[in-house]
C-alpha cells in the first residue's frame, strides 16, 4: 500500500486530469470569472459607486459558490455509483477517506484556481486608489472557506444518488439551508434575537464579517467544522455500503458510526461554547478599523469615575440596521473589557420593560423612532430603539442610531448602510463627558502643579485710578479662586525697574509700556501672566473690572488643565442657509461637527478682541474685516494662540442654474503679507480632479440650455496621499501626520496658490525680525494651471466636450495649504494703536518712542503685544469654501455618501492647536472615505475591457499550459508503449 500522502495525491491528481479533459472545468472557470467580472463592473456598478474596495467583488459570491460548487461536485460520488466503478473503490485495500480526500482536494484547487483569476480585479482598485489589502485578502480567505464547506457538502450528497441531477439539487437545497438563516432576507421576517441565533448557523452571516476583515477564530472554526462533519459523513455512507451485506453491524462498525457522530456532535458543541467566549480575532484593516484603538484603552485607563454604557436596542428593526445592531454590541464589549472594570455595560430592550422605557423617555430624552417594515403578511410601522447612553458621574450623553451609520445611495431603491465610525463617536463623547464633569468641579484641583500669577505692573503711584483700583481687587480675587487651595495662585510681584526683566517680558511677549494720554505721559507697565514650569500663558482683558479679570484667569487656569472641553472661537463671512440657491459659503455642519467636541462660540470681532475663554481663532471666508477686528486677530496671534484661516479673494455663487464666483475682500491681506505670505487673485485648476454635479451651459442649434451634469471639475482639486506636501524635517513630518493624519483624500474647491516669502531675520539686533518657520501642508498637482476667470461654470459643446472659459495661465504645483510658526512680529507693532483715536497733529508733549498712548483719560485696553508669546501658529487654506456646506454637498452627491474628509482635516488642526491630538489617529475611520480619483468615460471603459481581456488572456494560458502538460503526458505514454 502506498503511504497515505501519495495515495491521496494520485487520486487529486486523476481527479484534475479528468476535470480538465471534459469541458466541466473550463465551464466552470469560465463561469466564475464572468460572473464575478459582470457582478463588479455591471450589477454592483464599480465606477458608479465610486469606493475604493472591493466589496463588491465578494458581493454575490455565497450565492454564487453555492451553485458552482454543487455543480462541481455533483458527478463526482453519483458516476462512480451509475458507472460501477464505486465497487471498485469500496473493495479497494485503500481507505475510503484517501478517496474523499482526493477528490475535495482537487476540487479546492480548482475552486483556488478560480479566486486566483479575479486578482486583476484588486489589482486595479490598487492602481487607482489607495486600496486596504487587509478586506480583500480576508474576503479570499472567507470565499476559499466557504467554497470548502459547500465542496465538502456536496460530495456527501453525491454520495448517496447516481443521478447528477438529483445530487446538485440536492447540494443546492442544503447549501441553501445554511445559507438563508443569516440572509438579509430571512433576518427582516424575525426579531432581532432570533436573527442573532439563527446567524451562528448561518455561511452568509460569518461570510460577511470576514469579508469586512475581521478574522474570527469562531468564523475559521464553524467552517473548519462544516468541512469535517459532512466529509465524515461522506466517508461514513461510502462505509455502510461496504458493509450493505452483512446482516448485523459488527462492533467495530458500531465504533465508526459513533466515532463519526461524535465527531460532529463535538464539532456542533464547540461552536456554541466557542460562542461563549470573548472574541478571538485578527483585524486586518488598515488602522484595525473594527478594534478598540490604543488611544481609546488609554482613554479608558484615565476614568477616574465609573462610565456607563447602556446600549437600547429594540428586538423589531428596521432590516437596514438589523446587521449592525450585532457589530455594535461587539465593540461596546470591548469597551466594557478594555475599561479593566470602570466601564459597566448593559444591553437592553427597553420595549420588553416598562420602567425601563419609562426612565430612557423620562430621565434621558430617548423616543423610539418609527420605521416603516414589511414582513410576509403587511406593511406596518414600527417604533425601535437603536440608541447608546454614556454616563460619566453626573454627566450623560445620548448616541442615536444618526449619529453612528453611514449611508450610500447608488438610486432611488438602491440603498448600503453600515456603521461610519463608531469607535470615535464613542471615544469622543467619552472625552468630552470627562471633560464636562471635570469642568464641573474644582478646576484648581485638577492643575498639574502650582501655578504661579505673575504681575509686571508698576508702583501703584505710577498706574492710572482704573488699574490701581483693578490691582487693589486683585488679592481679593486671587482668594476668592482659590477656595480650598490655598497654596495655589501666589501673586509674584515682579520688579520693572530691572532691566533684566522687562527685557525678558518685551522679548518673550512683545510688551512695551504704555502711556495714558498726551497730558500725563509718565510710561507704565500693566501685564499680568499664568506660569506652570516653563509655561506662561498671558491673561487677556476684555474689560478692566473686577469681574472680567476674574473670567479672565479661570479661563487662562482651564488652558493648563488636561482634557478640560476646550473653545474655538469662530468666524465666518455669512450665515445663510446652506445649499443649491445660497449665496457666499455656510458653514453649518462644520459648526454642528465641531460641536460634538468642542465649545463653539461665534465671534465678530467688532470690539478689537476675541474672548477670553477662546482657546483657537478660526476664520471661515472672512469679508471686509476693518482694522479693529484685524487687530483682534493680531494680538490673538501675539498671545500665543493658533489662528485658522480659510480665505481667498474668491466666493461662490451656486444655483440650481448657475454657478459663478465674486471678488471678495477679506480684509486679511497686509496682516498676512507682514507675515510673509500672499494669496494670489488667481484660481488653481488640476487635471486631478474631481467629478461633480455641477450646472453646464450647453451649446445646441445656435442656443444655450442650462442642465445639471456629473462632468470633471477641475476647480475641485482631488488631493491624495501620495500629492500631500513631502517634508525630511522630523518636527515637520510630526506636524504633517498630526494635521493630515490618515486622511485618504481632500477636496480643494476654487483655491487660490499661496506665496511664502520667508521673512529674514536682521543682523541688527535693533531691527531684530523673529524668524517664522513656513510648511506647506497641502500643493496641487505638478500639471496644475491658473486662471483669473470668474465664469467657473463649465460649457459643454455639440461634440460633448467640456470647456472652461479662461483656463489658460502658468502651470505648476500651487501651495494651498501653509503653516506658519515661531515668533511673530504684530502688524500694528509700528502702526497707531486701532483701538484708540489718532494722535492730533498739534498734540504736545511729544510721546516718548516705544511707548503706547490714548488721546483721553479713560483706559480701555492693556497696551500693544508687539512680538508673539511662544507656540503660536497660523494655519492658511486658501479656499473660501473648504469647509463650505456647498463643497461638501457637492462632493458628496459624486459618491452618493456624506462627505466629512475636509471637515476631518479641520478637526485635526484643532487638535493640532490644542495639543490634543489623542483621538486625530482614529478620526479618519469611515466604511467610504477611500474614493476613486476622477475617470473620463473613456479611462473606465478602458479598465473594464482591460480586466475583461485579463481574464480572457488568463483562462486562454490556462487551456494552453493544460494542452502542453497534456500533450507531454501523451508522448511519455506512447514512448513507453513503443518500448
Not at 193 to 222: E, P
Not at 325 to 337: M, S
Not at 520 to 525: A, E, I, S, V
Request: aromatic share 8%; hydrophobic share 45%; net charge negative.
Amino acid at each position: 500500500m502506498q503511504p497515505d500522502h501519495l495515495s491521496v495525491r494520485r487520486i487529486c491528481q486523476k481527479e484534475l486530469v479528468l476535470f480538465f479533459a471534459s469541458p466541466l472545468a473550463w465551464l466552470f472557470l469560465f463561469a466564475f470569472i464572468s460572473i464575478e467580472l459582470f457582478v463588479f463592473f455591471w450589477a454592483e456598478a464599480f465606477f458608479a459607486r465610486n469606493i475604493a474596495d472591493v466589496r463588491p467583488l465578494f458581493q454575490w459570491m455565497p450565492l454564487l459558490l453555492l451553485f458552482l460548487a454543487a455543480t462541481l461536485t455533483m458527478r463526482l460520488w453519483s458516476d462512480e455509483r451509475r458507472s460501477g466503478t464505486l465497487e471498485h473503490i469500496l473493495t479497494s485495500p485503500q481507505p475510503l477517506w484517501h478517496f474523499i480526500a482526493g477528490k475535495f482536494i482537487a476540487c479546492l484547487l480548482l475552486l483556488l484556481l478560480a479566486l486566483t483569476l479575479t486578482l486583476p480585479i484588486p489589482v486595479t482598485v490598487s492602481l487607482l486608489a489607495e486600496l486596504d489589502w487587509g478586506p480583500v485578502l480576508s474576503g479570499y480567505l472567507a470565499a476559499l472557506l466557504l467554497g470548502a464547506a459547500y465542496l465538502a457538502m456536496g460530495l456527501f450528497v453525491s454520495s448517496r444518488t447516481d443521478n447528477a441531477i438529483v445530487a446538485l439539487l440536492g447540494s443546492v437545497l442544503l447549501g441553501l439551508l445554511f445559507y438563508l438563516p443569516g440572509s438579509s432576507l430571512l433576518a427582516g421576517l424575525v426579531s432581532a434575537d432570533v436573527a442573532a441565533v439563527l446567524g451562528q448557523i448561518s455561511t452568509s452571516s460569518r461570510f460577511d464579517a470576514i469579508t469586512r476583515g475581521v478574522i474570527d477564530l469562531r468564523d475559521l472554526y464553524f467552517y473548519l467544522s462544516l468541512v469535517a462533519v459532512f466529509l465524515a459523513l461522506n466517508a461514513l455512507m461510502l462505509e455502510r455500503e461496504r458493509w450493505a451485506r452483512e446482516r448485523r453491524l459488527t462492533p467495530a462498525q458500531w465504533a465508526k458510526t459513533a466515532l463519526t457522530g461524535l465527531i460532529a456532535a463535538n464539532f456542533i458543541g464547540a461552536n456554541f461554547w466557542l460562542s461563549q467566549l470573548p472574541q478571538l480575532r485578527l483585524d486586518t484593516t488598515a488602522g484595525a478599523q473594527y478594534s478598540l484603538s490604543d488611544v481609546s484603552k488609554q482613554q479608558l485607563a484615565g476614568l477616574q469615575e465609573p462610565l456607563l454604557i447602556r446600549g437600547y436596542f429594540s428586538a423589531n428593526t428596521h432590516p437596514l440596521l438589523a446587521p449592525l445592531v450585532p457589530q455594535l454590541q461587539d465593540l461596546l464589549k470591548e469597551y466594557q473589557v478594555a475599561g479593566r472594570g470602570k466601564v459597566k455595560l448593559e444591553l437592553v430592550d427597553p420595549t420588553t420593560d416598562a420602567w425601563l422605557e419609562q426612565q430612557a423617555n423620562q430621565q434621558y430624552q430617548i423616543e423610539p423612532v418609527p420605521f416603516q417594515v414589511a414582513d410576509r403578511h403587511q406593511s406596518a410601522i414600527v417604533s425601535s430603539y437603536f440608541h447608546v447612553l454614556l454616563q460619566y458621574g453626573s454627566e450623560h450623553k445620548v448616541l442615536s442610531f444618526r449619529d453612528f451609520i453611514d449611508v450610500k445611495t447608488q438610486g432611488e431603491a438602491d440603498l448600503q448602510v453600515l456603521l461610519r465610525n463608531p469607535e470615535y463617536d464613542i471615544s469622543r463623547q467619552i472625552k468630552k463627558l470627562q471633560a464636562q464633569y471635570q469642568s464641573g468641579g474644582d478646576v484648581l484641583a485638577q492643575l498639574p502643579g502650582t501655578v504661579t500669577l505673575n504681575a509686571y505692573v508698576s508702583p501703584e503711584t505710577e498706574l492710572p485710578a482704573q488699574l490701581k483700583t483693578l490691582m487693589q481687587q486683585l488679592p481679593q480675587t486671587l482668594q476668592q479662586l482659590r477656595g480650598r487651595h490655598s497654596a495655589q495662585l501666589p501673586l509674584q510681584q515682579q520688579s520693572m525697574a530691572d532691566p533684566a526683566v522687562t527685557e525678558r517680558i518685551s522679548a518673550t511677549f512683545g510688551v512695551q509700556p504704555m502711556v495714558l494720554d498726551l497730558l500725563q505721559p509718565q510710561p507704565f507697565w500693566f501685564f499680568l501672566t499664568l506660569q506652570l514650569g516653563e509655561r506662561e500663558l498671558a491673561i487677556p482683558l476684555s474689560a478692566l473690572d473686577q469681574t472680567a479679570l476674574e473670567q479672565s484667569i479661570k479661563a487662562t487656569l482651564q488652558r493648563f488643565v488636561p482634557g478640560l472641553e476646550q473653545t474655538v472661537a469662530l468666524v465666518s463671512g455669512t450665515s445663510m442657509p446652506a445649499g443649491y440657491g445660497a449665496t457666499g459659503s455656510t458653514f453649518n455642519q462644520l459648526r454642528e461637527l465641531i460641536g460634538t467636541e468642542l465649545n463653539v462660540i461665534s465671534e465678530d470681532l467688532t470690539d478689537g478682541k476675541v474672548a477670553a475663554e477662546a482657546d483657537v481663532l478660526v476664520l471661515l471666508a472672512p469679508k471686509d474685516l476693518t482694522e479693529k477686528q484685524v487687530f483682534a486677530v493680531d494680538q490673538f496671534l501675539m498671545q500665543g494662540g493658533t489662528v485658522i484661516a480659510a480665505t481667498s479673494p474668491y466666493d461662490v455663487n451656486l444655483s440650481q442654474r448657475s454657478l459663478g464666483l465674486t471678488n471678495v475682500n477679506s480684509g486679511l491681506q497686509d496682516f498676512l503679507k507682514a507675515q510673509g505670505l500672499s494669496i494670489e487673485q488667481t484660481l488653481v485648476l488640476d487635471p486631478q480632479h474631481s467629478t461633480l454635479p455641477v450646472p453646464v451651459t450647453r451649446q445646441a442649434g445656435g442656443f444655450s440650455f442650462q442642465q445639471m451634469a456629473m462632468l470633471p471639475y477641475p476647480y475641485f482639486a482631488d488631493l491624495r496621499p501620495a500629492d500631500f506636501a513631502a517634508t525630511a524635517n522630523a518636527a515637520e513630518q510630526q506636524h504633517q501626520r498630526v494635521i493630515l493624519g490618515d486622511l485618504p483624500q481632500l477636496t480643494v474647491p476654487w483655491a487660490s496658490p499661496i506665496n511664502v516669502t520667508p521673512l529674514a531675520a536682521s543682523q541688527d539686533k535693533a531691527q531684530a525680525q523673529p524668524v517664522l518657520q513656513y510648511q506647506t501642508l497641502l500643493s496641487t498637482s505638478a500639471g496644475s494651471w491658473r486662471s483669473n476667470s470668474l465664469d467657473v461654470m463649465p460649457t459643454l459643446g455639440n461634440d460633448g466636450q467640456v470647456s472652461y472659459p479662461g483656463d489658460t495661465g502658468s502651470t505648476g504645483a500651487a501651495p494651498v495649504a501653509v503653516l506658519v510658526s515661531g515668533e511673530f512680529k504684530s502688524y500694528f507693532a509700528d502702526k497707531p494703536h486701532p483701538l484708540r483715536e489718532t494722535k492730533p497733529d498739534n498734540a504736545t508733549p511729544d510721546d516718548k518712542s516705544g511707548t503706547e498712548t490714548n488721546t483721553d483719560s479713560t483706559l480701555r485696553d492693556t497696551g500693544l503685544l508687539k512680538k508673539s508669546a511662544p507656540g503660536a501658529r497660523l494655519l492658511l487654506v486658501s479656499s473660501n469654501s473648504m469647509f463650505s456646506d456647498q463643497t461638501l454637498q457637492l462632493a458628496g452627491s459624486s459618491n452618493g455618501s456624506q462627505y466629512l474628509n475636509n471637515l476631518q482635516l479641520l478637526q485635526n488642526m484643532l487638535s493640532f492647536a490644542l495639543a490634543d491630538t489623542e483621538l486625530s489617529s482614529i478620526r479618519s475611520r469611515a466604511q467610504f472615505n477611500r474614493t476613486l480619483p476622477a475617470l473620463s468615460p473613456d479611462s473606465r471603459s478602458t479598465l473594464e475591457y482591460a480586466n475583461y481581456g485579463i481574464a480572457l488572456l488568463l483562462l486562454s494560458l490556462l487551456f494552453g499550459a493544460e494542452r502542453m502538460l497534456h500533450a507531454r503526458k501523451k508522448a511519455r505514454y506512447q514512448q513507453l508503449v513503443a518500448m
